[in-house]
Nanobody
Framework: QLQASGGGLVQPGGSLRLSCTASGGTLDDYPIGWFRQAPGKEAEGISCVGRTGRLTHYADSVRGRFTVSRDSAKNTVYLQADSLKPEDTAVYYC??????????????WGQGTQVTVSS
């Protein structure tokens, strides 16, 4: 089971750091991806990181503003979200993935965290 945390209310232009942790397992075994879903919209795969952290992919909508990374010692994958825009408002969740230009959700995911960008 994966758990995303770190969401909240932030003003446009602000930043948040989201965290993905796992209960009962190690994230090092899997590439991990971040998805988001806004009300009335389909889920969007926005970023992923390979098992070693060297491979990363980003959707065009977040490239240059978001950065994905992983810390094996803390068994955590992070998504640093900078220069946030109102259209980034969504529930963000993490999942095991096939990490490529098209991010494909794998077998494990969990509850998300709400990100709201508003003045």
């Amino acid at each position: 089971q994966l758990q995303a945390s770190g969401g909240g209310l932030v003003q446009p232009g602000g930043s948040l750091r989201l965290s993905c942790t796992a209960s009962g397992g190690t994230l090092d075994d899997y590439p991990i991806g971040w998805f988001r879903q806004a009300p009335g919209k389909e889920a969007e795969g926005i970023s992923c990181v390979g098992r070693t952290g060297r491979l990363t992919h980003y959707a065009d909508s977040v490239r240059g503003r978001f950065t994905v990374s992983r810390d094996s010692a803390k068994n955590t994958v992070y998504l640093q979200a900078d220069s946030l825009k109102p259209e980034d408002t969504a529930v963000y969740y993490c999942a095991t993935v096939l990490c490529s230009r098209v991010i494909i959700k794998g077998a494990y995911w969990g509850q998300g965290t709400q990100v709201t960008v508003s003045s």
